[in-house]
């Protein structure tokens, strides 16, 4: 019944890689009771996410996410899904996020400018409260620097739970009112859920100051005339919380990392410091890091691929972190190089061979808000600091939700003798 999953869970990463060197394009095997196919090839790929999408849904291991989350645009279905979608849609439009764009940048400033020349420094830590004030900024116009350690805390304790929330009947396992670990889950949601429905109340008091996502929510009807309901407002917040900074925020410490090793990258890219080459060392970064490691689909009607059919049930595994590590598309796929993302390369690269934020109708809606925000914090920081990891600090991925380091990033932070002008930017 177990099937591979202890193997599995060990080291998911390294588990699907090794599936992918033994059976090629389309990799087959158990996990507990479930059939998986990982699929790894463009093509195949494309098939799942877009042109016959209507045949899946999220799988499970996501659906359960539904304890946190509830309803929010990462968990639901349709067809409530494809209608949030169009409702928040437009809060990442080419025009909001222009205006976003100085906020990454102020945000990022003032951040760095607690630290100390020389002094250590949890560099994962300080990404995740940088992006947690961005998103909170951009999309609800809301100040979390007094709650960022709370709403930060909260959500590393429930992170830290993801093996409770993953399992089966793990909406009935959090309420067991004696289970530790289930009380510490709810706790940090009850924290969580305090900061959100705070900034929802204060705007339904103050309504129509902002223009932002929430005031979008809230003005939104349905065909019956109702608004969202607090908890519906709360499920997409949280959702956008979670899903908007968690992701950035470990793409942004692997992509100092990288720097860190690679001094001859380093250097470049210091002396280019512009948003252009940081965009092309985040992309390098995804590429090598991606955040979403894995994405999850369940047929609910029979697929087919290349000529086999499987069943309803099964569930079809898309892993950016396999195709985006194949030799056949990527050359020397374990070398750190951002001159793989020039344009000219990017304009010759098979569709769907890169993927970090997924595609087709459930492709990330953040992705363009995530470029923006990963290359303008980038050069912000960038220009005036640069880092050194600890001796001694072990860095490997951590597979969770998203991909994190296994022990967080421990830096020496140095301040560049000669801060470059902004004007380049
Ligand atoms: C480097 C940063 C990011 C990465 C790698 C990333 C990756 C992804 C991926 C792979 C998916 C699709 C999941 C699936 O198909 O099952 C997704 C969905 C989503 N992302 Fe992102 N994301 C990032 C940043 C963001 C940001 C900044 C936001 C919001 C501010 C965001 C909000 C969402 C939401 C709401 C969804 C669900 C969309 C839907 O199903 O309609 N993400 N993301």
């Given at each position: 019944?177990?099937?591979?999953?202890?193997?599995?869970?060990?080291?998911?990463?390294?588990?699907?890689?090794?599936?992918?060197?033994?059976?090629?394009?389309?990799?087959?095997?158990?996990?507990?009771?479930?059939?998986?196919?990982?699929?790894?090839?463009?093509?195949?790929?494309?098939?799942?996410?877009?042109?016959?999408?209507?045949?899946?849904?999220?799988?499970?291991?996501?659906?359960?996410?539904?304890?946190?989350?509830?309803?929010?645009?990462?968990?639901?279905?349709?067809?409530?899904?494809?209608?949030?979608?169009?409702?928040?849609?437009?809060?990442?439009?080419?025009?909001?996020?222009?205006?976003?764009?100085?906020?990454?940048?102020?945000?990022?400033?003032?951040?760095s400018?607690?630290w100390?020349d020389g002094?250590?420094l949890?560099l994962?830590?300080?990404?995740?409260?940088?992006?947690?004030?961005?998103?909170?900024?951009?999309?609800?116009?809301?100040?979390?620097?007094?709650?960022?350690?709370?709403?930060?805390?909260?959500?590393?304790?429930?992170?830290?739970?993801?093996?409770?929330?993953?399992?089966?009947?793990?909406?009935?396992?959090?309420?067991?009112?004696?289970?530790?670990?289930?009380?510490?889950?709810?706790?940090?949601?009850?924290?969580?859920?305090?900061?959100?429905?705070?900034?929802?109340?204060?705007?339904?008091?103050?309504?129509?100051?902002?223009?932002?996502?929430?005031?979008?929510?809230?003005?939104?009807?349905?065909?019956?005339?109702?608004?969202?309901?607090?908890?519906?407002?709360?499920?997409?917040?949280?959702?956008?919380?979670?899903?908007?900074?968690?992701?950035?925020?470990?793409?942004?410490?692997?992509?100092w990392?990288?720097l860190s090793?690679?001094p001859?990258?380093e250097r470049?890219f210091q002396?280019?410091i512009?948003?252009?080459?940081?965009?092309?060392?985040?992309?390098?970064?995804?590429?090598?890091?991606?955040?979403?490691?894995?994405?999850?689909?369940?047929?609910?009607?029979?697929?087919?691929?290349?000529?086999?059919?499987?069943?309803?049930?099964?569930?079809?595994?898309?892993?950016?972190?396999?195709?985006?590590?194949?030799?056949?598309?990527?050359?020397?796929?374990?070398?750190?190089?951002?001159?793989?993302?020039?344009?000219?390369?990017?304009?010759?690269?098979?569709?769907?061979?890169?993927?970090?934020?997924?595609?087709?109708?459930?492709?990330?809606?953040?992705?363009?808000?995530?470029?923006?925000?990963?290359?303008?914090?980038l050069?912000?920081i960038g220009r005036q600091w640069s880092f050194r990891l600890?001796?001694?600090?072990?860095?490997?991925?951590?597979?969770?939700?998203?991909?994190?380091?296994?022990?967080?990033?421990?830096v020496y932070s140095q301040r560049r003798d000669?801060p470059?002008?902004?004007?380049?930017?």
């Open positions: 019944m177990i099937g591979e999953l202890p193997a599995f869970r060990r080291d998911p990463t390294g588990f699907l890689m090794r599936k992918y060197r033994e059976q090629g394009d389309v990799a087959r095997f158990r996990l507990g009771p479930q059939n998986v196919v990982l699929l790894a090839a463009p093509d195949d790929i494309r098939d799942v996410l877009v042109t016959h999408n209507t045949r899946f849904v999220k799988n499970r291991m996501l659906h359960r996410a539904r304890v946190l989350l509830g309803e929010g645009l990462l968990t639901s279905e349709e067809p409530y899904h494809t209608r949030q979608r169009k409702l928040i849609q437009p809060a990442f439009y080419r025009e909001r996020l222009a205006g976003y764009a100085a906020i990454m940048t102020e945000e990022a400033e003032r951040r400018s607690h100390q002094a250590q949890d994962d830590r300080e990404m995740m409260r940088l992006t947690l004030a961005i998103v909170a900024r951009t999309l609800f116009s809301a100040n979390v620097e007094e709650d960022a350690g709370e709403v930060g805390a909260a959500l590393t304790d429930i992170l830290d739970l993801f093996d409770l929330l993953m399992l089966p009947l793990s909406q009935w396992v959090v309420r067991l009112p004696l289970l530790p670990a289930a009380r510490r889950f709810r706790e940090a949601r009850r924290r969580l859920d305090k900061v959100i429905y705070r900034i929802i109340e204060d705007r339904r008091r103050a309504p129509g100051e902002h223009t932002d996502l929430l005031d979008l929510l809230l003005a939104a009807r349905g065909e019956d005339g109702e608004g969202m309901s607090d908890r519906e407002l709360r499920d997409e917040a949280l959702t956008l919380f979670l899903a908007g900074h968690e992701t950035t925020a470990n793409a942004l410490t692997w992509t990392y990288l090793e690679h001859d990258v470049r002396a280019e512009d948003t252009a080459y940081a965009e092309q060392v985040f992309a390098e970064a995804l590429r090598l890091y991606p955040p979403a490691w894995g994405i999850g689909r369940r047929a609910i009607e029979p697929h087919t691929v290349r000529g086999v059919t499987y069943q309803a049930g099964t569930i079809f595994a898309i892993s950016p972190w396999v195709t985006h590590r194949r030799p056949d598309l990527w050359p020397e796929p374990e070398r750190f190089d951002p001159d793989r993302f020039r344009p000219e390369a990017a304009e010759a690269r098979q569709k769907f061979a890169y993927i970090p934020f997924g595609g087709g109708p459930r492709g990330c809606i953040g992705e363009r808000f995530a470029w923006m925000e990963g290359a303008r914090i050069a912000a600890v001796e001694g600090h072990p860095v490997g991925p951590r597979p969770l939700l998203t991909l994190r380091t296994s022990a967080g990033l421990r000669r470059i002008s902004p004007s380049k930017g």
